[in-house]
T-cell receptor
Framework: GAVVSQHPSWVICKSGTSVKIECRSLDFQATTMFWYRQFPKQSLMLMATSNEGSKATYEQGVEKDKFLINHASLTLSTLTVTSAHPEDSSFYIC???????????FGSGTQLSVL | EDKVVQSPLSLVVHEGDTVTLNCSYEVTNFRSLLWYKQEKKAPTFLFMLTSSGIEKKSGRLSSILDKKELFSILNITATQTGDSAVYLCARQGGSEKLVFGKGTKLTVNP
């Protein structure tokens, strides 16, 4: 099956620093990638949708200047949490889909802890 | 606001039991209803349902959708400890995005 690789799996950083999370589709071209955030005991919440080569579409309430998404190639999307604060501590997970595909394939997620 | 509500939020059963997980949704534009199994963080795809009344089956798991009553159920028969996970339901509306429920945490004890 299709594989989506996400790393790092976990990261601890100091408040005010920036963290980059990578999401790669290993054996297919991901024309669309989605970024989700999941707080403990909560559901996955969509943050943004990115299509290769165009700007990401952010969900209401998600700051685009704080969560920078780049989808420059068909196999790689990155999420950068800029000037991270403790309230940004969460589980971030990406998913990807090929053109015309219905199924979403998820990365393994990144647990971010901001001290 | 579109909502997806799953019940129960948690369930503890013994191996061999049959469980039914529920998912109800509110949406004006409906495209599909999906079920995922989340263990060790990464959700894995189980089923996609688009038509009412047609049961989808995969081994001991099955699922069906009722578009009139806006709900879906996921059945697991003869449960095993390996079925322990959080089961997520998500609906896809007119846009591409998925709206997830909070999940049902299933614990299967030996």
């Amino acid at each position: 099956g299709a594989v989506v690789s996400q790393h790092p799996s976990w990261v601890i950083c100091k408040s005010g620093t920036s963290v980059k999370i990578e999401c790669r589709s290993l054996d297919f071209q991901a024309t669309t990638m989605f970024w989700y955030r999941q707080f403990p005991k909560q559901s996955l919440m969509l943050m943004a949708t990115s299509n290769e080569g165009s700007k990401a579409t952010y969900e209401q309430g998600v700051e685009k200047d704080k969560f920078l998404i780049n989808h420059a190639s068909l196999t790689l999307s990155t999420l950068t949490v800029t000037s991270a604060h403790p309230e940004d501590s969460s589980f971030y997970i990406c998913s990807a889909r090929w053109k015309g595909g219905e199924k979403l394939f998820f990365g393994s997620g990144t647990q971010l802890s901001v001290l | 606001e579109d909502k997806v509500v799953q019940s129960p939020l948690s369930l503890v059963v013994h191996e061999g039991d049959t469980v039914t997980l529920n998912c109800s949704y509110e949406v004006t534009n409906f495209r599909s209803l999906l079920w995922y199994k989340q263990e060790k963080k990464a959700p894995t795809f189980l089923f996609m349902l688009t038509s009412s009344g047609i049961e989808k089956k995969s081994g001991r798991l099955s699922s069906i959708l009722d578009k009139k009553e806006l709900f879906s159920i996921l059945n697991i028969t003869a449960t095993q400890t390996g079925d322990s996970a959080v089961y997520l339901c998500a609906r896809q509306g007119g846009s591409e995005k998925l709206v997830f429920g909070k999940g049902t945490k299933l614990t299967v004890n030996p």
